[in-house]
């Protein structure tokens, strides 16, 4: 049974860190992209971060760039999203997410669809406030 679980959330100050963590299991996390989303109350769900498979490639959406790393420990069977100089904008529940299928390459920004998702984790609350 494939199963995600996200942890790591919480409450910070603008300027603070967090590190999220994805706890994958029944499949392996080592043959398939896996890609943080999240949803602010109101908006609808944005990809955040995507990290390859295969040449460990990494992508962002614009307004994380330089704040957000995506990391991942096949071994571990867990992906992280260390998050730097966090802004209250970045308040969000967070998620992770397998596709549906084996991606071989990425093309533009079709990570961030989530439609091409199969399996989500419960989520985690990040909220940046002072």
């Known amino acids: 049974q494939v199963q995600l679980a996200e942890f790591g959330g919480g409450m910070v100050q603008p300027g603070g860190s967090l590190r999220l963590s994805c706890a994958a299991s029944?499949?392996?996390?080592?043959?398939?992209?896996i890609t943080w989303f999240r949803q602010a109350p109101g908006k609808e769900r944005e990809g955040v971060s995507c990290?390859?498979?295969?040449?460990?490639?990494?992508y962002y959406t614009d307004s994380v760039k330089g704040r957000f790393t995506i990391s991942r420990d096949n071994a571990k069977n867990t992906v992280y999203l260390e998050m730097n100089n966090l802004k209250p904008e970045d308040t969000a529940v967070y998620y992770c997410?397998?596709?549906?299928?084996?991606?071989?390459?990425?093309?533009?920004?079709?990570?961030?669809?989530?439609?091409?998702?199969?399996?989500w984790g419960q989520g985690t609350q990040v909220t940046v406030s002072s």
């Open positions: 029944g499949f392996t996390l080592g043959h398939y992209y």
């Open positions: 997410a397998r596709p549906k299928t084996v991606w071989v390459k990425v093309y533009d920004d079709l990570w961030t669809d989530p439609s091409l998702y199969e399996y």
């Open positions: 990290i390859s498979s295969t040449d460990g490639s990494t």
